[in-house]
């Protein structure tokens, strides 16, 4: 087991991760491996030995200014596009940037291939699940495996080093089909989950921090969450958002990304916002991040990004035009081949500077470099011994199960319910069109995985079950009611798996309904009539659902949602329902009602209410409607108690004699470097698990700003999850940051201290603190 803190320590279920409708084994027998694509190999051609750039003691910019001197135009311009050229009398091979690793490594993208060398990998939940968690010990540790197994496949030639995850944008309408793939609404967990998955799969083993393990890339940039939606789609809509919500809810994720987890690229998006594409935005690419946020590395486009704008937003008149914008704004790479295209011309046109396309290929030259692209062998280097025998390890799948154990979320569970006996329950019925499905455990942008284990399987695996799909498919265009009603009428409990698929959310695929699909509903409302026992409603779904109806329905006993979980995920539900694992998972989004989706343009990107119109505003910190579920919603087999121990009641901010707000009143102060320096404080509470099953809790540190500047009712300040075995306690630390923590964005855009009452929320607990001058 990799090490990830917390782990609950009660018994295990039995291992039953090798069964599954699609076994893959690593084969015995290893075909001719194909060897990795890298630059410099001296022991075949001794002459490049003299080329300063394959001089691995030099500093990587000495590297590049040498190899970019070297180049002609024609050369550079290979060197634009994600399947780069080879220069063969410099010894640089074909290279392409295109590869995936959301939640393992990906076949898709061309950068990436499996084969009977490695025929899978490790496929972890979906992202949505993995942030259920409130981890980042098990971010940093699934982005290690992932970027071990990318190294082990880039050794034997299926692989490139530049894997473009993960996405961080925020989930801020239930409807996006995409959310599945994202942290969810929150920018401060979207921030943590970001740069700690970066540093998992960046950081190397040596500890060397101008080298790469392999690339990552925090996608996509900015104010990207609409993809197809009542005939608006991505590469039309223009995001009309305020300077505030910019700096507040979009951009937090990203620039964490940047400075906290030192990413080595930043992907742009298809969508304009305010008016321009943000791929030839200079003031998002050079201006914030490359310039405020001192990116080291390369800004890459999303995939045919410049030729949409081109094209479908009709920004520029030629494509010339539109390659020099891009170049111009700071794009480094494209993803496609219209700069391959069109580049040539914009120099030779006066459109764009032969200099601002080395500006461009050094950034990635550079980022390669990093990775050791141009070092020669990789088979001599760090990590130049992983293969076929380090991907899909009994560890790394085992961590996967884990994973999706500490996402799933109890949302509802009646006292006797969850969980089952798996000694007193003789037969199990499983119904439902997810109870046994394999590929859509995994969702999109996945890899093959190593093997599957379905809900039905990891049920199976410790009761005896009768099982019915009960609809052909997710859609549920006509349920087998009778047929469920008996089999569910003769069992001692009843597990309904339920929910979506890629069919009704995914990539250009929005939601207009958040009910359960089809017939979904009238069925389990008909099977928990007749039921003797308990009834668990287990929704697989990337994004909330309207279960208004089952919430209510007392017949409906329990309710899990499990995300779309991963490989192993029917082992980690089965792990859940037995009791072998006290879930912990607390919901990343709110779940909201129909009404929601009916009345809330998607387009719409204002995150703050307008009480003018009735606009709800979005995501818990602003949304002032009713709610199925809400953000942090999660329950556990324990009872945790929270005691508050230490907190200031006050806190003062220093200013300078000569400052304004002596003189007049003041609702805020800007959060200057002068005036936040050392203004932190400590928190602490004691938590206790009063329950007789050890277990996992997340402790959640809220505050309430006081009302200026359209604050946020409540934001997050910070989380802290930690494992405690039954009847034991322990003492939980936040250091807070005034100026980073408890500051809000005003209209402008500013970063400032409310001054006032702020309430700062830990479970049922509430703290008064008064900021003052």
Known sequence: MASVSPKNSVPEAPVFLLFGLFLVFLSTHVAAQSSPAFACDVVSNPSLAALRFCNTSLGINDRVVDLVKRLTLQEKILFLVNSAGSVSRLGIPKYDWWSEALHGVSNVGPGTHFSNVIPGATSFPQVILTAASFNTSLFEAIGKVVSTEARAMYNVGLAGLTFWSPNINIFRDPRWGRGQETPGEDPLLSSKYGSYYVRGLQQRDDGDPDKLKVAACCKHYTAYDLDNWKGTDRYHFNAVVTKQDLDDTFQPPFKSCVIDGNVASVMCSYNRVNGKPTCADPDLL????????????????????????????????????????????????????????????????????????????????????????????????????????????????????????????????????????????????????????????????????????????????????????????????????????????????????????????????????????????????????????????????????????????????????????????????????????????????????????????????????????????????????????????????????????????????????????????????????????????????????????????????????????????????????????????????????ICKDLSVVDEQGNKKVALGEHVLHVGSLKHLLSVRI
Request: charged share 15%.
């Open 286 to 737: 050079s201006g914030v991040i490359r310039g405020e946020w001192n990116l080291n590395g390369y800004i890459v486009t999303d995939c045919d990004s410049i030729d949409v704008f081109y094209k479908s937003q009709n920004y520029t008149k030629t494509p010339e035009e539109a390659a020099a914008a891009a170049i111009l704004a700071g794009v480094d790479l494209n993803c496609g081949s219209f700069l391959g295209q069109h580049t040539e011309a914009a120099v030779k046109g006066g459109l764009v500077s032969e200099h601002a396309i080395d500006i461009a290929v050094s950034n990635n030259f550079a980022t390669l470099m990093r990775l050791g692209f141009f070092d020669g062998d990789p088979g001599k280097k760090l990590y130049g011994n992983l293969g076929p025998k380090d991907v899909c390890t009994a560890e790394n799948q085992e961590l996967a199960r884990e994973a999706a154990r500490q996402g799933i979320v109890l949302l509802k569970n009646t006292e006797g319910s969850l969980p089952l006996s798996p000694t007193a329950i003789t037969n199990l019925a499983v119904i439902g069109p997810n109870a046994n499905v394999t590929k859509t455990m995994i969702g999109n942008y996945e890899g093959i995985p190593c093997s599957y284990t379905t809900p039905l399987q990891g049920l199976a695996a410790s009761v005896t079950t009768t099982y019915l799909p009960g609809c052909s498919n997710v859609a549920c265009s006509a349920a087998q009611v009778d047929d469920a009603k008996n089999l569910a009428s003769a069992a001692d409990a009843t597990v309904l798996v339920m929910g979506a698929d890629q069919s009704i959310e995914a990539e250009s695929r929005d939601r207009v309904d958040i009910h359960l699909p089809g017939q979904q509903e009238l069925l389990i409302t008909a099977v928990a009539s007749v039921s003797c026992g308990p009834v668990i409603l287990v929704i697989m779904s990337g994004g909330g659902m309207d279960v208004s109806f089952a919430k209510n329905n007392d017949k409906i006993t329990s309710i899990l949602w499990v995300g779309y979980p991963g490989e192993a995920g029917g082992a980690a539900i089965a792990d859940i329902i037995f009791g072998y694992y006290n879930p912990s998972g607390r919901l990343p989004m709110t779940w909201y009602p129909q009404s929601y989706a009916d009345t809330v343009p998607m387009t719409n990107m204002n995150m703050r209410p307008d009480p003018s119109n009735g606009y709800p505003g979005r995501t818990y910190r602003f949304y002032t409607g009713e709610t199925v579920y809400t953000f942090g919603d999660g329950l556990s087999y324990s009872q945790f108690t929270l005691e508050l121990i230490q907190a200031p009641r006050l806190v003062s901010v220093p200013l300078e004699e000569s400052h304004a707000c002596y003189s007049s009143e003041c609702q805020s102060v800007v959060a200057a470097d002068q005036t936040c320096q050392n203004l932190t404080f400590d928190m602490r509470l004691r938590v206790k698990n009063m329950g007789r099953t050890s277990g996992s809790h997340t402790v959640f540190l809220f505050s309430s700003p006081p009302s200026v500047h359209n604050a946020p009712q409540k934001h997050l300040v910070g989380f802290e999850k930690v494992f405690l075995n039954a009847q034991t306690g322990r003492h939980v630390r936040f250091k807070v940051d």
